[in-house]
């Protein structure tokens, strides 16, 4: 069977904004939800009684349902496709199928978490794990955290390739550089190589700033049909291509602790945009751990399996580094992480492709603005990804 199914309709990204962030003690996930729900909606300049798909997971009993009835919308197609990290560009790529085939012609993403929040109120307490149920029941008896996985595969990496501890921390260090350059990060002094390997043992290799931060907030995306682009305020990012898949749930399913499903996602999204990595102006990759954004770069074709640890070095990842700029807003490492941040990846990446990343922005080497991004968003314990590109034309 084909990979690429063509549509007469093209689907572009309209809109896009965040909540308030950080730090907000006051505000409920619903509210942040409703926040960033209106700025995108004037962001994008289009009347809400478009909306007629909604895309939601992670609160509430039945996500989508109670937060179209918080936003005072009531949708004729919605998703609450729920993989961890990836689920929001899996839901992008949910989206604009159903908007290519026609069955919804703007399909409003949206996300409000208030995790940092919950912790420091003890409305919650940190989780260890997902659970003892189903297939985790053989690993969790045995101590088996979510973040002692990734250290696992970072290890391995480390054993069969040569990975220094010194070049995951380089991704740490160029993260919080690229933050320093937003605003709207929660952490931007810079931190060194040094300061990243003396940190407090997580879980190893992990030290604290191999890991992500804890923050409230949340953001939203609007898609549509081509037929409304003239309407908007601002110019189309036009959805070129997009790739997902399930990789395993318990470690002993993984075939290869040094190969991240993003492999066959990015490939896909890849194909059926028509283009190469070697095509692609910045990247936007989830972040959780060090990590997951060496190996996702391999995985993506950026450069060859076991070269991620070489290829981070030298400040190839900041803005203006000259290399792959990545997570141009200092990524889940330091600007924010409240819980799955894989829309933030699509936010980041629209305000780089239209110009609108003040202080950050990413220039191609004629001074023009970026031409193609990729989003890469990571589920779970490598058990998922969902990748999109996205292009100005």
């Given at each position: ?236 990012v036009w959805v ?104 933030f990846l699509l ?20 001074g023009s603005l ?24």
């Open positions: 069977m084909p990979t690429t199914i063509r549509s007469s309709r093209r689907v572009a990204v309209v809109g896009v904004s965040l909540s308030d962030g950080g730090r907000v003690d006051e505000a409920t996930p619903y509210a942040l939800h409703a926040q960033a729900a209106r700025r995108a909606l004037a962001d994008s300049g289009l009347d809400r009684s478009l909306i007629d798909g909604l895309a939601s997971a992670g609160l509430g009993t039945l996500a989508p349902v109670e937060v179209a009835e918080y936003l005072g919308l009531r949708p004729r197609w919605v998703d609450s496709t729920a993989v961890g990290g990836a689920t929001w560009e899996v839901m992008a790529a949910h989206a604009a199928d159903a908007i290519a085939a026609g069955h919804a012609n703007a399909v409003l993403l949206v996300y409000g978490s208030t995790a940092r929040a919950d912790i420091r109120a003890r409305r919650r307490t940190s989780n260890l794990s997902f659970g003892s149920r189903g297939p985790l029941q053989f690993e969790a008896p045995y101590g088996h955290t979510l973040i002692s996985k990734y250290a696992m595969a970072a290890r391995r990496h480390m054993h069969q390739y040569g990975t220094t501890l010194e070049q995951l921390a380089e991704v740490a260090v160029q993260a919080r550089a690229n933050a320093a350059l937003n605003p709207e990060a929660m952490f931007r002094d810079p931190i060194t190589v040094d300061e990243v390997l003396d940190g407090p043992m997580i879980a190893d290799p992990f030290t604290k700033l191999h890991c992500c931060i804890r923050s409230d907030g949340g953001c939203a995306v609007l898609l549509v049909a081509e037929e409304y682009v003239q309407d908007c305020r601002t110019a189309p070129l291509g997009t790739g997902e898949h399930a990789s395993h749930t318990t470690m002993s399913e993984w075939e290869d602790f040094t190969v991240s499903p993003a492999a066959v996602s990015g490939r896909l999204a890849f194909e059926r945009a028509g283009v190469r990595p070697a095509d692609i102006d910045l990247a936007e990759i989830y972040d959780a751990f060090t990590y997951m954004t060496l190996v996702t770069l391999e995985d993506l074709g950026f450069c060859a399996k076991g070269e991620g640890g070489p290829f981070v070095e030298k400040g190839r990842l900041t803005v203006g580094g000259g290399g792959l700029p990545v997570n141009t807003d200092g990524g889940g490492l330091s600007a924010c992480h409240p819980g799955m941040r894989g829309l936010v980041e990446a629209v305000r780089q492709l239209r110009g609108e990343a003040e202080g950050r922005q990413v220039r191609r080497a004629d970026p031409e193609l991004a990729v989003a890469s968003g990571t589920g779970g314990w490598f058990c998922s990804s969902g990748t999109v590109v996205l292009g100005r034309s």
